[in-house]
């Protein structure tokens, strides 16, 4: 598969309670990694994190893995996708990004890190 689903994310405004509502219901693991945002173990192999943000009204985003975030960002805002942030690159060297489809929910761009 050349672009899997490799991470999701839940942001909302009160990081604790959606931790301990995940954690309850589904049993996944919460570990902090930031003021802000949690890594989320689910059991399933894929994680995600869980965090805040006051800026935005809350959602769910997934992430799709890209060997080259540049031009996917690029052929999304070519098929009327609207650039939300990136590249960025993470102190692992990790690239992240996002955009807006059509509809507006954001998609996440994720491109490993060289030799991982």
């Given at each position: 598969?050349?672009?899997?689903?490799?991470?999701?994310?839940?942001?909302?405004?009160?990081?604790?309670?959606?931790?301990?509502?995940?954690?309850?219901?589904?049993?996944?693991?919460?570990?902090?990694?930031?003021?802000?945002?949690?890594?989320?173990?689910?059991?399933?192999?894929?994680?995600?994190?869980i965090g805040v943000?006051?800026?935005?009204?809350?959602?769910?985003?997934?992430?799709?893995?890209?060997?080259?975030?540049k031009a996917k960002?690029?052929?999304?805002?070519?098929?009327?996708?609207?650039?939300?942030?990136?590249?960025?690159?993470?102190?692992?060297?990790?690239?992240?990004?996002?955009?807006?489809?059509?509809?507006?929910?954001?998609?996440?761009?994720?491109?490993?890190?060289?030799?991982?």
């Open positions: 598969m050349p672009n899997p689903v490799v991470h999701f994310e839940i942001i909302g405004k009160d990081r604790q309670l959606l931790e301990s509502f995940c954690r309850g219901l589904f049993d996944w693991q919460c570990q902090e990694a930031m003021p802000g945002y949690s890594l989320v173990q689910t059991g399933s192999g894929m994680g995600g994190g943000n006051a800026d935005t009204p809350s959602h769910v985003t997934f992430h799709m893995q890209s060997s080259d975030l960002l690029a052929a999304a805002e070519s098929k009327v996708g609207t650039r939300c942030f990136g590249p960025h690159t993470l102190p692992d060297g990790v690239i992240i990004g996002g955009f807006f489809d059509p509809e507006q929910p954001m998609i996440g761009l994720i491109q490993p890190a060289p030799g991982m």
